[in-house]
């Protein structure tokens, strides 16, 4: 938590908001690859692609 402490400091004292969308598709691209590799879910998550 304190990496995401440090990350929104960042953003806000430097104003970098447009790294905002970036961040938050990196971290569902992230979630969607850790769901994929799960073996319940895996079939549902490759019917997206």
């Known amino acids: 938590m304190e990496d995401l402490k440090e ?3 960042f953003l806000k004292d430097n104003k970098k908001w447009w790294l905002t969308p970036l961040i938050i598709v990196l971290i569902l691209l992230a979630m969607l690859v850790f769901a994929g590799s799960s073996s319940t879910v895996a079939p549902f998550v490759y019917t997206l692609f």
């Open 7 to 9: 990350l929104w400091l």
